[in-house]
């Protein structure tokens, strides 16, 4: 994790606010995590429910490169992309920071930073920033430390967005990626068609 001082203030946005190093650090309310599996996926309808997005934004982020789906990408004509639950789960938490007036270009960089996080370290995270800058705090003091300092104007906790996601994904249907649609979908009736083409 890169942090950066006061001085390099073009870098990227997102700093950590003394971020203690501890090994095999157990996540904070680990029973009331959902499990998460990931290689199971979710349609980009689904995504788009979930962190409240449109597809409009949804289909704009995965062509730059902000949140690319990781379980399926898109891969030609007809592909269904799959999003993860970390794909999602990052694709809610760049709603509220720009719901919160944060720009895009910041967010970027914040999101390259949480891309490389598990669910479960992600879990232990509140997100603080003034607008411009965004800090990982991992502890309560971090979080009363940058409020007392005035560069707190909002924060996320990013473990009851956790919470949120995995009750809102338990509503949908899930798929698991595979090479050929007309395996992962026999019922699908464009996997038919294929089938039937290809067996005369």
Request: hydrophobic letters at 40%.
């Amino acid at each position: 994790m890169a942090t950066h001082n006061d001085a390099d203030r073009d870098g990227p946005v997102i700093r950590a606010h003394r971020t203690p190093v501890v090994a095999e650090q157990e996540p904070l309310f680990a029973d009331d995590l959902p499990v998460v599996d990931e290689t199971v996926g979710y349609r980009g309808p689904t995504a788009c429910a979930v962190a409240g997005i449109t597809y409009r934004q949804l289909d704009y982020w995965a062509r730059t490169g902000l949140v690319e789906p990781s379980v399926r990408p898109a891969s030609g004509s007809g592909t269904q992309r799959l999003y993860s639950f970390r794909d999602i789960l990052v694709l809610k938490v760049v709603k509220r920071l720009l719901d919160t007036g944060v720009s895009l270009q910041h967010i970027r960089a914040a999101v390259e930073h949480l891309r490389s996080r598990g669910v479960h370290d992600l879990a232990q995270v509140t997100l603080m920033s003034d607008g411009a800058t965004v800090y990982e705090c991992t502890s309560a003091d971090d979080v009363v430390d940058l409020v007392k300092g005035g560069q707190g104007v909002f924060g996320i906790a990013v473990g009851q967005v956790v919470r949120e996601v995995g009750g809102s994904l338990a509503r949908f249907p899930s798929e698991r990626a595979a090479e050929d649609s007309a395996v992962a979908y026999p019922n699908d009736e464009l996997a038919r068609r294929r089938r039937q083409r290809r067996t005369g």
